[in-house]
């Protein structure tokens, strides 16, 4: 019968391409920022028999009977949750990062609403109230920006803007900004104008896990997250807040926002927080900001114009306009894609060009750093970027850097 047969039998086009995507990871270099490989526990949890449970409500008040051992894993991903990070409550159901600032929106705006946050082309996200998201449509949004001289939020200009606007919400936090958010000061201004304060660590969940960068717990009333970024627990999302909010935060998620919780991604969540929690990983998230360092450095020595002339953290922001004027992000990222160095076309501050066609390319270094590539590689690798934006259409560097790219993936291999 079909149900016991093994996937390759069943659905050959779908395993198929499941081995394909396997390869296509293994054999290229993964420089999108947002990117990462999780562990063989951690897919192994996500590809479990948990995919089959209905668990709508919370540990131990459930709509549903037999949730006795998903309970379990939901109650274990929450004690690492607020273990790692240090809030009192936390909500682990969120399908993605987008749903958990979603719940967050519900527990405390009405529609109508004022969002103060950082613009999408200079490093904020669609969820952050982008007029195609639903934070867009149903709140009434306002946007900081970066120093367009250098690249650094201004935090005395969002204060002047917040006094301006008068927001509900300022959020901090970001998609394409390479420097560590000043979530004291952000906080400061948001009191000052009585709005509350959304932290988004979306992109540096990992970095603050392991210590590497300092925790917004303390400045902020919710915290959210994705858990596939630098953090490697699969894909989707979690709040933090604390326990003044927890039920508010806890009905907007379900019924508010979602049904039931996906509890084979729940169990993937609590697997690799409790990963995060050991000193392998405190290792791995200073290497990924000491990698991306290196390559910043070098790109720098190389010619290549940084936002904000580096970073703190696991990616920077190329912005190729005086370098390489007649290259686009969009052509440099085909270039790089054709010799196997995977990265994202990116706007950047003051980008004239269309969000399709860009300015600029986001590199980071969470999934590189994870196949443990170090200093000595990342300047490799920076030469290899260099060399094909400085040549995108010449065939001998386009060989020589695909056999280097082949090598290096030969050595350092993923899953082995
Ligand atoms: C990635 C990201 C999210 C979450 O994205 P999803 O794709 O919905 O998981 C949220 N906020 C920021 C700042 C992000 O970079």
């Not at 009192?88 to 609403?113: C, I, K, R, W």
């Not at 149903?138 to 201004?154: F, K, R």
């Amino acid at each position: 019968m079909a149900f016991e047969q093994p996937l390759d039998r069943t659905a050959p086009s779908i395993s198929e391409a499941i081995d394909h995507e396997r390869g296509r990871q293994e054999s290229t270099l993964g420089m999108i920022a947002s990117e990462n490989h999780v562990s063989e526990s951690v897919l192994e949890a996500q590809g479990s028999v948990l995919t089959n449970k209905y668990a709508e409500g919370y540990p131990g008040g459930r709509y549903y009977g037999g949730c006795q051992h998903v309970d379990t894993v939901e109650e274990l991903a929450i004690e690492h949750a607020k273990d790692l990070f240090g809030m009192d409550h936390a909500n682990v159901q969120p399908h993605s990062g987008t749903q958990a600032n979603m719940g967050v929106y519900f527990s405390v705006l009405e529609p109508g609403d004022r969002i103060l946050s950082l613009s999408l082309s200079h490093g904020g996200h669609l969820s952050h109230g982008h007029d195609v998201n639903f934070s867009g449509q149903l709140y009434d949004v306002e946007q900081y920006e970066v120093d367009p001289e250098t690249g650094y939020i201004d935090y005395d200009a969002v204060a002047s803007h917040a006094l301006e606007v008068d927001p509900d919400i300022v959020v901090s936090g970001s998609s394409a900004y390479p420097r560590e958010f000043d979530y004291e000061r952000i906080n400061e201004i948001a009191d000052d104008v009585d709005a509350y304060h959304l932290a988004d660590i979306a992109h540096v969940t990992g970095l603050i896990a392991a210590g590497v960068h300092a925790s917004p717990a303390e400045h902020a009333d919710f915290v959210t997250g994705s858990t596939h970024k630098t953090i490697r627990a699969g894909r989707g999302g979690f709040i933090m807040c604390d326990t003044e909010h927890a039920d508010d935060i806890d009905s907007a998620i379900f019924p508010g926002a979602q049904g039931g919780p996906l509890m084979h991604n729940v169990a993937g969540k609590a697997v690799g927080f409790a990963e995060a929690q050991t000193s392998e990983f405190e290792s791995y998230a200073e290497q990924v900001v000491a990698n991306a360092t290196r390559l910043a450095e070098r790109f720098t020595e190389r010619g290549l114009a940084l936002v904000s002339g580096g970073t703190d953290k696991h990616l920077l922001l190329v912005d190729l306009r005086d370098s390489h004027p007649g290259l686009t992000g969009k052509q440099a990222e085909a270039a790089l894609n054709d010799v196997g160095i995977i990265v994202n076309k990116n706007t950047v501050p003051g980008e004239t060009r269309s969000p399709m066609v860009t300015s600029g390319i986001r590199v980071g270094t969470p999934a590189l750093t994870t196949r443990s590539f170090e200093e000595a590689e990342m300047g490799i690798v920076a030469d290899l970027i260099v060399d094909v934006l400085d040549t995108p259409d010449d065939d001998a560097v386009h060989d020589r850097v695909t056999s280097t790219v082949d090598d290096l993936c030969e050595e350092f291999p993923i899953y082995e």
